[in-house]
């Protein structure tokens, strides 16, 4: 309440004494209104950057983070004196606090919390009925930039794979991590799709299933989305995250016939019973 405000309060309580008779009760109720009032404009506001940490001795203490860098927290006192704590010997709900804190600082500074990147992995091939199969994924890399040891990220991603007829395949896939150690680096294996090549061809660019990209999003352990990346970078303009499959019916084009070459021109089919890959 300002000066103003105050004053109008005490002028109406002034007037409320005078009229009638003072009685005692009235003039204690009028004293412990400006009591009130004023120990009401004497105290300082609350501080919002404060918070109750209790460790796992049930001891409280008043403080306010500072920074925090891997599993250690800087904290202040109300007093000023500044001190550390490991996180680990904190409540669970302390934990989480320090740990949102760090995230929404790293996120607010703007800069990538992670180095992301990723390695197309070819398994081995195998020949079948003229055709040359084998599985495609991709090794996906996180580094830690940050201070902050990152519990149980998920990793949400999309292989792009580009059918034989123009249409582009979609496998989603996910990968829980139980930690990103602060400054160093986790690396996972993808699911993969499976590649084929018709092998009875003068060129090599007759391919099923030809990896196109991969879109990998981070999220923490409240399910808040951290970062997202593409191989290649455009993938995420020229593309959606939709993992609807596409129309159409799935089947392969015929393999282009092949002169003097008996066995390439009957072509293979992606439903026959030799085990065509999956579109």
């Known amino acids: 309440m300002d000066a ?3 004053y109008a309060m005490a002028q109406g309580i002034t007037r409320f004494l005078r009229s009638g008779r003072r009685h005692r009760a009235r003039i204690a109720l009028a004293a412990c209104l400006l009591a009130g009032l004023a120990r009401a ?3 300082p506001a609350p501080d919002p950057g404060m918070h109750t940490f209790t460790n ?3 001891k409280t203490i008043q403080a306010q983070i500072i920074n925090v860098d891997n599993d250690t927290a800087y904290l202040k006192r109300t007093d000023g004196k500044s001190f550390q704590v490991v996180i680990d010997t904190l409540g669970q709900d302390d934990q989480s606090y320090i740990r949102d804190w760090a995230i ?3 996120l607010h500074d703007g800069s990538p919390i992670f180095d992301i990147s990723a390695e197309l992995v070819k398994g081995s091939a195998s020949t079948v009925n003229g055709w040359v199969r084998w599985p ?3 090794k996906v890399k996180l580094v830690n930039k940050t201070t902050l040891h990152l519990l149980n990220p998920t990793v949400q991603y999309i292989l792009f794979n580009l059918k034989a007829n123009a249409a582009t395949l979609k496998t989603p896939g996910s990968k829980s991590l139980p930690e990103v150690p602060a400054n160093e680096a986790v690396s996972f294996a993808t699911k993969t ?3 084929e090549q018709w092998a009875n061809t ?3 660019n007759y391919i099923v299933n030809q990896p196109t990209g991969i879109w990998v999003r981070v999220y923490d352990d409240n399910q808040q989305l951290l970062q997202e990346w ?3 970078l455009d993938l995420m303009k020229n593309e959606t995250w939709d993992t609807t499959p596409p129309r159409g019916s799935g089947r392969k084009k015929t393999p282009p016939a092949v002169a003097g070459n008996s066995s390439g021109g009957s072509g293979a089919d992606a439903g026959d019973s030799s085990g065509g890959a999956a579109n």
């Open 4 to 6: 103003a405000g105050f």
């Open 41 to 43: 404009d004497d105290a």
């Open 56 to 58: 796992a001795a049930g």
């Open 104 to 106: 929404k600082e790293a």
């Open 136 to 138: 495609s994924g991709y």
């Open 193 to 195: 799709v499976g590649v």
């Open 202 to 204: 003068l060129t090599d």
């Open 230 to 232: 593409s191989a290649p």
